[in-house]
């Protein structure tokens, strides 16, 4: 397997541009005293387009002389040797035989791969809108040539390298991840799993079992002592052996039934290579993110179909939502949070009472409690009504919010992706009461609100921010590597524009489940 195809590869190191840098670059001068600066003048001008302005701020900076010496060029190659915890390849960014043997041109060139590397670790490859349709979310700020320019007078050139990646918790664990995976490629990879029609029930027989065996004991989901054991034992598909593949299923978003269907088959089909470039796929997609991170916020993985509060930098509390179905996306948006609202009316958006609503005439809107104000389709507060009894409101531009839903069941399906877009939250009512107890008199005015099922917006008073983010690979609570499919096809459109080959498992989230289920 050609080490490239593991990364994100040369056509990532190609699109690093200075544009989504959004480095303070002003040019101070357009001539200088150095002797050097005619030279490396048209040296800059056979950059590509996307280096010249970095590499000519920094020089600039240095008064157009050279700045690399032998030193600093092995400092340089021992932050570049760290490339691959980042899911990138040192080659891709760095050929220091090919400088030695270019003097004259050197010190430019070294430049110029030095910052494309740092625009990589600081901003990602690509930008976000490109390979994302409906992306809001606060950007990485970084001035690349000026924090260079530090580094080498500080001589920290290694430091500043890792310092412009990400490094909270869920990347530097993500990264782990990817490392390990790397280590099981480098030791073969794992056996391919015979994908076959039909289900691989418990208690029976099958000639996959030792395929089985070593797929979970090669991601851990099953100990190395263990497998030895069962595989003495034949082709039974026993007891130990299903609580690790239920093991295996929850980690890849599954149902947990110990079945062997066609779902967990296709995950069980993925090689060590594919899984690695999904993990790269995420890391990526971190770096495009801003990285001082409210300490209180609200997060929901879209591909999990999972929420997150965390207080004081901490993850405190858990829940299953549902979330917009592959026609229907939620986005990835960052936005602060702005009320609580009990007992919440809804103001239908147009498009879903055109579609959905209206062509069913007045007897169903009677029969969902629902008018008509102004050209627009309202649905008044109650039990069955679509928000449920508590809307959480955010400041952001697509008219996306959390809500509670009387439509309960489909959060017990693994695949949640089934909503026009909002956030339905599990135990909606419960997780309001969490996010207002720090004061108890806002918690009192919430629990009036629900025994008198009156309307009442309630503000926090707290800066909470709300992230709704898109991790097909991510590390759980108990420090495995999770994965789950791309149900949104955002893996592949962004593999596309990295240049990566990627096949990972085809499953589509089912549909509604309930004709009549038309809330947001």
């Not at 590869?9 to 050097?36: D, H, K, L, R």
């Not at 208690?203 to 996959?208: F, I, L, P, V």
């Not at 990526?284 to 004081?312: F, G, H, Q, S």
Request: with cysteine; aromatic share 8%.
């Amino acid at each position: 397997m050609n080490r490239r195809e593991l990364t994100l590869g040369a056509a990532a190191a190609a699109m690093a541009a200075p544009a989504m840098a959004q480095t303070a670059y002003q040019p101070q001068a357009t001539t200088s005293n150095s002797p050097y600066f005619a030279a490396f003048n048209a040296q800059i001008a056979r950059l590509p387009t996307a280096d010249q302005a970095d590499v000519r701020a920094f020089y600039e900076l240095n008064d157009w002389r050279p700045v690399w010496n032998a030193d600093r060029v092995r400092r340089l190659s021992e932050a570049a040797n760290r490339a691959e915890r980042h899911g990138l390849s040192k080659a891709d960014y760095f050929d220091f035989v090919g400088l030695a043997a270019d003097p004259d041109s050197a010190d430019l060139r070294t430049t110029a791969a030095a910052l494309k590397y740092a625009r990589v670790l600081a901003f990602g490859a690509v930008r976000p809108e490109t390979v994302e349709e409906l992306w809001e979310m606060q950007k990485n700020v970084v001035d690349v040539p000026l924090g260079l320019n530090d580094a080498l007078v500080q001589n920290r050139l290694v430091e500043w390298f890792e310092g412009l990646a990400p490094t909270d918790i869920g990347y530097s664990n993500l990264s782990a991840g990817y490392v390990r995976y790397r280590r099981l490629i480098n030791q073969g990879g794992w056996p391919a799993f015979p994908v076959r029609a039909g289900t691989l029930e418990p208690g029976s027989s099958d000639n996959r079992i030792p395929a089985l065996i070593a797929r979970l004991v090669a991601e851990g989901d099953l100990t190395a002592e263990a497998g030895a054991r069962l595989t003495a034992e034949g082709l039974v598909y026993g007891p130990e052996l299903q609580e690790a593949v239920q093991g295996f299923q929850t980690r890849h978003g599954l149902a947990a039934d110990g079945r062997i269907g066609p779902s967990t088959q296709a995950s069980l089909g993925a090689s060590a290579e594919d899984r690695a470039r999904q993990i790269a796929l995420n890391l990526e997609r971190r770096r495009w993110l801003k990285r001082d991170l409210n300490p209180e916020r609200i997060e929901v993985n879209t591909a999990a179909a999972i929420m997150v509060y965390w207080k004081d930098g901490r993850p405190v509390h858990s829940n299953r939502v549902v979330v917009g179905a592959p026609a229907t996306q939620t986005p990835s948006l960052e936005k602060p949070f702005a009320s609580v609202v009990a007992n919440p009316p809804w103001y239908v958006p147009a498009g879903i009472a055109r579609r959905e609503i209206l062509p069913r005439g007045p007897a169903y809107l009677a029969s969902q409690n629902m008018y008509i104000q102004n050209g627009t389709v309202i649905q008044r507060a109650g039990p069955n009504a679509a928000l449920g009894y508590v809307k959480f409101e955010l400041q952001d531009s697509y008219a996306i919010f959390l809500h509670d839903t009387p439509s309960k069941a489909a959060f017990n399906l693994s695949m949640r992706q089934r909503s026009h877009g909002c956030v339905r939250v599990q135990n909606a009512v419960e997780f309001a009461r969490l996010l207002l107890s720090p004061d108890p008199s806002l918690l009192g005015q919430f629990d009036a609100a629900q025994a008198s099922r009156r309307t009442t917006r309630i503000q926090t008073g707290r800066e909470i921010g709300v992230r709704l983010l898109y991790w097909t690979a991510f590390v759980d609570g108990q420090g495995r590597v999770a994965f789950r499919e791309d149900v949104y096809r955002r893996d592949r459109t962004l593999a596309e524009a990295l240049g990566i080959a990627v096949i990972l498992p085809e499953v589509v989230a089912d549909g509604r489940i309930d004709a009549n289920d038309v809330g947001p």
